[in-house]
């Protein structure tokens, strides 16, 4: 009986993990990047692209085990985690890419 414990909490955690990783969305929109995550609490955020001081693509040792890459998003704000995880490696350079572009082209007229 004691011996399924460990089993059961395991695969439990494992589906937690899960149902979080899959609930991170993004939509690069007109004027800002809408972030959303969350399965539990869901969380929504909105970056405008003149906000937007850096643009970072984190991949730590796990990270490039899985082939994965994150963005990291920097504004002048304390409270803005604004971060994708879980991107392919091309595809975040891209999104950094396009989104310094964009921040770029919108404090042109700060």
């Known amino acids: 009986m004691f011996a399924l414990l460990p089993v059961t909490l395991t695969g439990w955690g494992w589906w937690l993990v899960g149902r979080n ?3 991170w ?11 959303t995550r969350g399965y539990w609490w869901r969380r929504q955020l909105v970056v405008p692209y ?17 082939g ?3 963005v990291q998003l920097h504004t ?8 994708i995880p879980g991107l392919l490696p091309a595809e975040a350079a891209r999104l950094r890419d396009a989104l310094a572009e964009r921040g770029e082209a919108r ?3 700060l």
């Open 21 to 23: 990783w899959a609930s």
């Open 107 to 109: 404090q042109a007229g």
């Open 76 to 83: 002048a704000s304390l409270f803005s985690d604004a971060r």
């Open 25 to 35: 969305r993004f939509a690069e929109r007109e004027d800002d990047l809408l972030l």
């Open 50 to 66: 003149g906000r937007m001081q850096a643009v970072d693509v984190k991949a730590g040792p796990l990270d490039r085990a899985f």
């Open 68 to 70: 994965i890459a994150s």
